[in-house]
């Protein structure tokens, strides 16, 4: 589908920006950048494709990640001034990125016809590692193991598509719905500051 | 044999119970601590597969490990209190794991036709760099790197074990005897809080 | 080619031994200085492979890599104080080695029908990713994301590699030009402290 694809590409557009915002925090020279840029954006899909086999791997099956990825970094060295001020456009493009990723992540596992779990699990990597593996790059503690609800909203959503699938739901109407349970969730948990429950006292109060 | 497959699911919950432990410590939130559990239970052995090539990988080939991370999970999240003071039980289940973990990694290479030197290094990365992993990913300086006999006792174990295979040995007596090595060495280690010799000088004496 | 298999071998001799310093400088103990340098050594290549699916993985196919690994960390332990005066020896084979590990990793990226600018990358991953793990498993900010002409000199090589090969100049001289590229941006690099930009004013000059 042209459109999902198109979401993908501004998905990768906007995790790689935001990739080069945290390297140009950190003062990392333009190589730096670029790799930072590129760990976020197409980390989560690599790490996917290599756990389940899956060759050629997401970024070398298909250059335009690349272009993509140069041309945010290209973006953030010359208009950084005007990219500033769009940090909402930027997080709508994100937000959409993880509800695309989550689900092309969960929809190549079931076509490499593993346990619906196990793709569900693939959906989240997608999503996901490519923030964790930019914060151990960064030596941040990883930014989804503490605040946010995030990989919860993924989760959320896959089960969603998975649910629509068993109930026979048309195809593009089930990666709508469950795009838009991910998108929903997430955005309504950040304007609300919501944050998943830590361990603290246990069911003996202790 | 279905001994040792129940020592290494007891060792997988034990190896879970401590990387959950250490993400409740960092003060993660759920999703945190289930990764990190993981990671810590799984990362060893899902290594290996990858660098060996042998798909589909651990936890995608058996659904068990990772009911049994979730269990471990709950457990800590609802029944820590109870848990805290078992800390010797679960040093017994986490040195039966490391044992069983070496030897199934080290026999999965020599299934694979590796070199015997390789396949003992296998056997090592199985049991070890689930940790290193979980450490990576909590910003700490790998544990094993510093303090502790750990990798030794596997490496000698293992050694033990290619020995006995070489002098034709039954099978179960082969694994039986390389696993009280390992679980041995591990053991009096930690009570006697020996340490590897660390480069200070050299033998000019500077 | 027997000089280029010599100098990849010296390469990762060198490689080995700076990881082997990092880890000693770190209080590493014996276990943990022969993994630095033996990710350090390998691991850029051994990246690159599971990456490309090249199984088995370079350290795997040729054993004289962990030999060579285990003989650098012998060195260090035992001669130490030998080896510290030799630090400009130590870095003419560190850059020799870089220069042959860009180029071999780019060739196999071509063996393997990648396009040529996913060669490329490749070659540069094989030089420079074992320093990234090196730094991330001793919580170092990766040095080259922040210092040094280093990936750059390995970029520049690998290009006018490819641009020697479709002017089809003959192999061995094509190798020999490329390399001495790297070596020499390098080198004149690190002699006069030249360092790639960073992001700081946009072209509006802010």
Redesign the interface.
């Known amino acids: 589908m042209n459109i999902i694809y198109t979401l993908d590409i501004a998905g990768t557009f906007a995790f790689a920006l935001s990739g080069a915002l945290v390297?140009?925090k950190?003062?990392?020279?333009?190589?730096?950048?670029i790799?930072?840029a590129f760990v976020t954006a197409v980390g989560g899909g690599?790490l996917r494709d290599?756990?389940?086999?899956a060759?050629?791997?997401n970024w070398?099956a298909d250059?335009n990640y690349?272009w993509t990825i140069l041309a945010a970094v290209f973006v953030?060295?010359?208009?950084?001034?005007?990219v500033a001020p769009l940090s909402k456009t930027m997080f709508l493009f994100d937000t959409i990125g993880i509800s695309v990723f989550t689900l092309l992540g969960l929809q190549k596992g079931l076509n490499f016809n593993?346990?619906p779990?196990?793709a569900l699990i693939m959906g989240m990597v997608s999503a996901v590692f490519g923030g964790?593996l930019r914060d151990?790059?960064?030596?941040?503690?990883?930014l989804?193991?503490?605040?946010e609800i995030?990989?919860?909203a993924c989760l959320a959503g896959g089960v969603v598509y998975l649910l629509l699938g068993y109930l026979g739901l048309q195809e593009n109407l089930q990666f709508i719905v469950s795009a838009t349970v991910i998108f929903l969730i997430r955005f309504i948990s950040v304007k609300y500051h919501f944050?998943?429950?830590?361990?603290k006292?246990?069911?003996?109060g202790?």
């Not at 953030?76 to 005007?82: A, H, I, T, V, Y």
């Not at 151990?136 to 990883?142: D, F």
């Open positions: 390297a140009k950190e003062n990392f020279d333009a190589f730096g950048v790799i930072i690599m290599v756990l389940i086999n060759h050629p791997i070398i250059l690349i953030m060295f010359f208009f950084k001034s005007k593993l346990h779990f196990v964790v151990v790059l960064t030596r941040e503690v990883p989804i193991f503490k605040k995030y990989a919860s944050e998943l429950p830590k361990i006292n246990d069911i003996f202790k």
